[in-house]
């Protein structure tokens, strides 16, 4: 399979616990992009990398938030000191360079925070 | 006001009926529009771009009215398998280019 792939799928963590996801993207995209979705919302933008380079944050994306792309290939999405409001399907997604190519998802990871 | 907003529905509708979702975005500087489907629990998918002058692609017409910030899809001849989530998207302008600004979607469900 040659889609973007997410890991873990799943996470159940306690309050005030960090956790860390992995996004690998389709291998010749240069655009790597994190969103978050809620229940009966649409997806919220929260970060995306040209490459290595982070080139905007949503102010969604508090202090308790990181994320990197090391080498311009996989990322990862670091929440420090989980709340009860983080718990949401953390969606990932990858595109060529030009931002007007289709974005393409990966299957998300599911966050529940106890 | 919310960047994108649609209708949530949920719009039930019979085997070859034919559905209408509208959508509006308020930054008038957009240049860009999609729509999305996701299925129950699955990640999104594009469905179609949004040209000016509307695009068609088999059972489904998207148009786009840039005069009143406005966004369509329309669905003919609705199949069991069209049930899902119609997400409304929108391109982020200026600094945030690139950036998909979704509505909360529309939910279809077609019955027998």
């Known amino acids: 399979d040659t889609g973007v792939s997410q890991d873990p799928r799943h996470k159940i963590t306690k309050r005030g616990q960090n956790v860390t996801f992995r996004c690998d993207p389709i291998?010749?995209?240069?655009?790597l992009y994190w969103y978050r979705q809620t229940l009966g919302q649409g997806p919220e933008f929260l970060t995306y990398f040209q490459n290595e380079a982070q080139l905007e944050k949503s102010r969604l994306l508090s202090d308790r938030f990181s994320a990197e792309r090391p080498k311009g290939s996989f990322s990862t999405l670091e929440i420090q000191r989980t709340e009860q409001g983080d718990s949401a399907m953390y969606l990932c997604a990858s595109s060529f360079t030009s931002a007007y190519n289709e974005q393409f998802f990966g299957p998300g990871t599911r966050l529940t925070v106890l | 006001r919310k960047e994108v907003e649609q209708d949530p529905g949920p719009f039930n509708v019979p085997e070859g009926a034919t559905v209408a979702f509208n959508c509006t975005y308020s930054?008038?500087?957009?240049?860009?529009f999609f729509w999305y489907r996701q299925d129950c629990r699955k990640e999104p998918k594009l469905l179609m771009s949004?040209?000016?002058s509307g695009n068609e692609d088999g059972r489904f017409t998207a148009q786009l009215n840039r005069a009143s910030q406005y966004i369509s899809l329309l669905i003919r001849d609705s199949k069991l398998s069209d049930s899902a989530t119609y997400l409304c998207v929108v391109m982020g302008y200026g600094g945030s280019q690139g950036n998909l600004i979704f509505g909360k979607g529309t939910k279809l469900s077609v019955k027998p």
């Open positions: 291998s010749e995209h240069n655009r």
């Open positions: 930054n008038s500087a957009s240049q860009s």
């Open positions: 949004v040209y000016s």
